[in-house]
């Protein structure tokens, strides 16, 4: 069974950078898409962007000025790096995975980390 | 972008009834269309992929139809634990983009 865990902090200054990183265990394949996803209070999902097996990257037009994915495949981890916070940021964000075998669905996704930016 | 629009927002619903929500894409994006259901500070789940296909262990009561801009999922007899927010998502062309939801609550 997969899992998916983000971890982080829960509070981040505005003009700061935040920095996730979801670890993966039970196993993957090398058809993954690793997303970040996040939901501001109250309102719905936004997918943020995703970073592939082989490092590829692909985000957002929306945030991609601000955003930096990678993943470490030796670790079994992914991080989402923000930069420039403002309280517009302040959401629960979600790691999950993408799958070509299921249509790139997110069939597996964390708990979620909710980021409050605030000073 | 490929926007995703869903209908209705919410709806009341008792158990036993069937409840069908609809998701139209701005553009065709073939058979990639996805649906979660989401409750309360959880993560959100996948029902169906692929327009159709159910994922494995959501109970046969979940089914998909549609092709092209048009798409609904279909509740056959809503049961107690099905109340939740719901959501399409389109993955045929990044950005990846979601409907805005459709929360279906107990009449």
């Known amino acids: 069974q997969v899992q998916l865990q983000e971890s982080g902090p829960g509070l981040v200054k505005p003009s700061e950078t935040l920095a996730l990183t979801c670890t993966v265990s039970g196993g993957s394949n090398s058809n993954n898409y690793w997303s970040w996803i996040r939901q501001p209070p109250g309102k719905g999902l936004q997918w943020i962007g995703y970073?592939?097996?082989?490092?590829?990257?692909n985000y957002s037009p929306s945030l991609e000025s601000r955003v930096t994915i990678s993943v470490d495949t030796s670790k079994n981890q992914f991080s989402l790096k923000v930069r420039s916070l403002t309280a517009a940021d302040t959401a629960v964000y979600y790691c999950?995975?993408?799958?070509?075998?299921?249509?790139?669905?997110?069939?597996?996704w964390g708990q979620g980390i909710l980021v409050t930016v605030s000073s | 972008d490929f926007q995703m629009t869903q209908s209705p927002s919410s709806l009341s619903a008792s158990v036993g009834d069937r409840v069908s929500i609809t998701c139209r894409a701005s553009q065709s994006i073939s058979l990639y269309l996805n649906w979660y259901q989401q409750k309360p500070g959880k993560a959100p789940k996948l029902l169906i992929y692929?327009?159709?296909n159910l994922q494995s262990g959501v109970p046969s009561r979940f089914s998909g139809s549609g092709s092209g801009i048009d798409f609904t999922l279909t509740i056959s007899s809503l049961q107690p634990e099905d109340f939740a927010t719901y959501y399409c998502h389109q993955s045929y062309s990044t950005p990846w983009t979601f409907g805005q939801g459709t929360k279906v609550e107990i009449k």
């Open positions: 692929g327009t159709s």
């Open positions: 970073v592939y097996n082989n490092g590829r990257t």
């Open positions: 999950a995975r993408g799958d070509d075998s299921s249509w790139l669905s997110f069939d597996y």
